[in-house]
């Protein structure tokens, strides 16, 4: 089974960048869609962004023109772009596999670690 490591996530203040990474411990070239997912504290984890490997994307509304999912397959690798921080965008950042079934999303795999994102105001 797969497994996703998170990282690059920081300290960093409102207005300002970062970008994590989501790498794969095997290929992802024929995972059809990965996505990034948020938890902030007293919160239920929400979607951020999700990608499919013809490279559609799916946004929150809440990041929409803030963020930009991508993925690398030839490294195994999806990232998140953030620009325009907000204090509201401070939580851990999970990814995830999804899947789609009647009409609704899963997610596949045991969550990992995922990094923590803390934007001050």
């Known amino acids: 089974q797969v497994q996703l490591v998170e990282f690059g996530g920081g300290l960093v203040q409102a207005g300002g960048s970062l970008r994590l990474s989501c790498a794969a411990s095997?290929?992802?070239?024929?995972?059809?869609?990965m996505g990034w997912y948020r938890q902030a504290p007293g919160k239920q984890r929400e979607l951020v962004a999700r990608?499919?490997?013809?490279?559609?994307?799916h946004y929150a509304d809440s990041v929409k023109g803030r963020f930009t999912i991508s993925r690398d397959n030839a490294k195994n690798t999806v990232y998140l772009q953030m620009n325009s921080l907000k204090p509201e965008d401070t939580a851990v950042y999970y990814c995830?596999?999804?899947?789609?079934?009647?009409?609704?999303?899963?997610?596949?795999?045991?969550w990992g670690q995922g990094t923590q994102v803390t934007v001050s105001s």
């Open positions: 990608i499919t490997n013809g490279g559609s994307t």
């Open positions: 095997g290929s992802i070239f024929s995972i059809n869609t």
């Open positions: 995830n596999i999804d899947s789609s079934y009647g009409g609704r999303w899963y997610t596949t795999i045991p």
